[in-house]
């Protein structure tokens, strides 16, 4: 399944970069911030959103919105690439719904191999303790 996000819901705005770079960082606004609107967009399907929503990501608001900086590059034009493949991703992310766990128990033998290693280190203690007070 593929999802197409419309230019319309995403918000763009060219802020200066952090770091090195000499006079280059402090006249030209390279950094890309890019804004999209996870909880109201109407062109993600309502399980992909609640997906989303749910994972504890550092980069969405509390009103559900997904804020992406973008400053590796030097360029604007890439730095806005870069911003739009972290934001395909992070939307590819939540198309899988995670597999559920399946719970197991326990077999016989594994039960008596843990406790038989119990044991064993009860008795290894036990002879420590025996031993130096002799």
Do not use: C, Y
Request: charged letters at 35%; glycine letters at 4%.
């Amino acid at each position: 399944m593929t999802i197409t996000i419309p230019e319309t819901e995403l918000v763009e705005r060219f802020v200066r970069s952090t770091g090195p770079g000499g006079q280059n960082v402090n006249k030209v606004a390279t950094a890309v911030e890019l804004r999209f609107d996870v909880a109201q967009s109407p062109s993600l399907p309502e399980a992909v959103r609640e997906r989303l929503l749910a994972k504890r990501d550092r980069r969405v608001t509390n009103d559900g919105v997904l804020v992406i900086s973008a400053q590796r590059f030097r360029t604007q034009e890439r730095n806005r690439e870069d911003a739009r493949e972290r934001l395909a991703a992070f939307v590819d992310s939540g198309l899988r719904a995670p597999k559920p766990r399946v719970a197991t128990k326990p077999s016989r033998a594994a039960k008596e191999r843990r406790l038989g290693a119990k044991r064993d280190r009860s008795q290894t203690k036990r002879a420590r303790s025996q031993r130096e007070w002799d």
